[in-house]
């Protein structure tokens, strides 16, 4: 029995390899574009300066920073690899671009410490589904690693916002997100659909936009055991299966932009997919943005003015072509079961 166990393990890293590979093959860089356009436009809302340093991690990190050069130096080519590494200066106003200050590839140089405004967390196989037990304990281990380090090197109120395995914060480790919660807060996350990134169908899993903010100057200090347990809510069954869910979108439904199903795939394991085939993420991620944005943006003051950003009318819907040839989950069993909510 243990020996047909290693077997269908090693099928299934092998499974994991080849998605990974189609993963880091494909190009998701008109997808980051529109992505880091939200970002930008709520790290703004939520006070960050203009001229303050930003560090992207990830692939098409360059892309996230709001610059358009080449990034063939650096990148990732695998699940383990680190890839390109760029700091910046945040644009004053989208769709300017940013000015690159070391697009090195330095993830461990000196040049690449430092307090950052604005951290973006790009997770390499954020849209695979890691079916064997290695993949999967590596792609929670090494982003639980980029979000430590992320969240040590933010500046006081900085933000960090990851891109990230919707696996996260379906299983979230209690060890890891108390860390996390000591020095920052969970502000919010959306759910994005299966292939809004790629349209390979290896790539077909969900992904979660992470914000995170360090805690500043003046954040109150808790006693050993008093602080806040996580920083992330817990987890839900869903109604159809056994498949845990993160309990956050139980009160943000509005944030899961699609509909979630349970699928089974050819190995007979049950899995996530958010159907979204007319692409109303590309207009709905906004709105979510602006809304985590306003509950966490104190009122001005009397006879004081709010800055222009947080005035600014909510930003205009996406100009994305809708992507073709995204092909529909042909599962032989599927469960319309949307967390109950």
């Known amino acids: 029995m243990n020996r047909w166990v290693e077997r269908q393990e090693e099928q299934l890293v092998m499974d994991d390899q080849r998605a990974i590979t189609a993963h880091l093959k494909a190009d998701a860089s008109s997808g980051h574009r529109f992505l880091a356009q939200q970002i930008w436009h709520t790290a703004q809302a939520l006070g960050v300066p203009t001229s303050s340093h930003v560090l992207a991690t990830g692939l098409d990190a360059a892309v996230l920073v709001g610059t358009t050069a080449p990034e063939e130096h650096g990148r990732a080519t695998s699940l383990w690899d680190a890839a390109a ?132 100057h003046h954040a109150v200090v808790h006693a050993p055991g008093q602080g806040p347990e996580l920083v992330v809510p817990g987890t839900v069954l869903m109604q159809s299966g056994e498949i845990p869910v993160s309990e956050y979108y139980r009160s943000h439904r509005g944030h899961v932009l699609g509909l979630p199903m349970v699928r089974t795939d050819r190995w007979d394991m049950d899995h996530l997919t958010v159907l979204d085939t007319e692409q109303t993420w590309l207009t709905r991620l906004p709105q979510v943005l602006d809304q985590i944005t306003r509950a966490h943006t104190p009122p001005a003051l009397p006879g004081t003015t709010a800055s222009v950003d947080a005035q600014r009318a909510p930003r205009a819907a996406s100009r994305v072509i809708p992507r073709t040839g995204v092909e529909a989950d042909r599962s032989s069993r599927a469960a319309d079961s949307v967390p109950p909510l």
């Not at 690159?100 to 390499?124: H, K, M, N, W, Y």
């Not at 809004?196 to 805690?215: E, K, N, V, W």
């Open 85 to 216: 590494t760029w700091r910046a200066m945040t644009p004053p106003r989208w769709p300017y671009p940013a000015f690159t200050v070391d697009p090195a590839p330095e993830p461990a140089g000196a040049r690449a410490r430092g307090l950052f405004a604005v951290q973006i967390v790009s997770q390499v196989g954020l849209d695979v589904r890691a079916r064997s037990m290695t993949a999967w304990s590596n792609q929670q281990r090494l982003f639980h690693e980029d979000l430590a380090g992320a969240l040590t090197s933010a500046a006081p109120d900085g933000l960090v916002v990851a891109l990230a395995s919707h696996t996260i914060l379906d299983t979230p480790r209690r060890d890891r997100w108390e860390e996390a919660g000591e020095v920052a807060d969970f502000l919010g996350a959306a759910r994005l659909p299966s292939h809004a990134l790629r349209t390979d169908a290896r790539c077909d899993a969900p992904f979660d936009l992470l914000i995170f903010r360090r805690h500043g």
